[in-house]
């Protein structure tokens, strides 16, 4: 089973829909992000969280939001998806460096989303 | 701000060329860490290295080197006698040691594409 794992792996929607992703992790890190892929512009970072009561904006945070439900959940919404919304979302952990980790990322298999 | 610039955007090579994928980063901070990652055609994201900033030493590993140039910038990947399953997206990332690493800021990938 993959430690970083993510639903649903693909999802096709309508404008205006609300959609959660999910992300759960079984490597005991504390900290999940939340990045976006689209051509060309590499991964872009959404959300992330260092610890179950810290949450904080990327830089493309507008019309998504977090919740972290525990150590090793960490969904993604978008309250009300629109077309540009349309990309490969990405769930990712890390450990901090010195403590359980060496901070490189560990990533989700990918959620591609489609709004129509 | 921190950023990271791959100015290829797609190479195609011929089966045991060698080929060097280029990322010029920005940062103000004097300590930070610098990654690779792969992203193959099935889509997972690949960690392939990570290198401290107070650690200028070249890396190798078999067909796959680093150069760490602090002094320019750059943090050059570089495939000796590449082969068709080096075919992928690679992406270089930047992280700041203040956040112990993880909150990766990633360029936009060069597509790496390696013909029989």
């Known amino acids: 089973d993959a430690d970083v794992t993510q639903t649903p792996r693909n999802r096709i929607t309508k404008t205006g829909k609300r959609i959660m992703l999910e992300c759960s992790q079984t490597?005991?890190?504390?900290?999940m992000y939340w990045y976006r892929q689209d051509p060309g512009l590499g991964l872009r970072l959404i959300y992330y969280?260092?610890?179950?009561?810290?949450?904080n904006k990327g830089e493309i945070s507008d019309g998504y939001s977090v919740s972290r439900q525990a150590q090793a959940k960490f969904s993604l919404s978008l309250e009300s998806a629109i077309p540009n919304q349309t990309a490969l979302y990405f769930c990712?952990?890390?450990?901090?460096?010195?403590?359980?980790?060496?901070?490189?990322?560990?990533f989700g298999e990918g959620s591609r989303l489609t709004v129509l | 701000a921190q950023k990271v610039t791959q100015a290829q955007t797609e190479i195609s090579v011929v089966e045991k060329e060698d080929v060097t994928l280029d990322c010029v980063y920005e940062?103000?901070?004097?300590?930070?860490?610098l990654f690779w990652y792969k992203q193959p055609p099935s889509g997972e994201l690949v960690f392939l290295i990570r290198?401290?900033?107070?650690?200028?030493q070249n890396e190798i590993s078999g067909r796959y080197s680093w150069n760490f140039q602090k002094s320019t910038s750059s943090f050059n990947f570089t495939i000796t006698a590449s082969q068709v399953v080096d075919s992928a997206v690679y992406f270089c990332?930047?992280?700041?040691?203040?956040?112990?690493?993880?909150?990766?800021?990633f360029g936009q990938g060069t597509e790496l594409s390696v013909k029989p």
């Open positions: 290198r401290n900033s107070f650690d200028e």
């Open positions: 990712a952990t890390s450990g901090a460096v010195g403590t359980r980790g060496t901070g490189e990322l560990f």
């Open positions: 490597k005991g890190h504390d900290r």
């Open positions: 940062t103000r901070d004097t300590t930070y860490y």
């Open positions: 969280s260092f610890d179950v009561k810290d949450i």
């Open positions: 990332a930047l992280s700041s040691i203040y956040n112990q690493g993880g909150k990766l800021i």
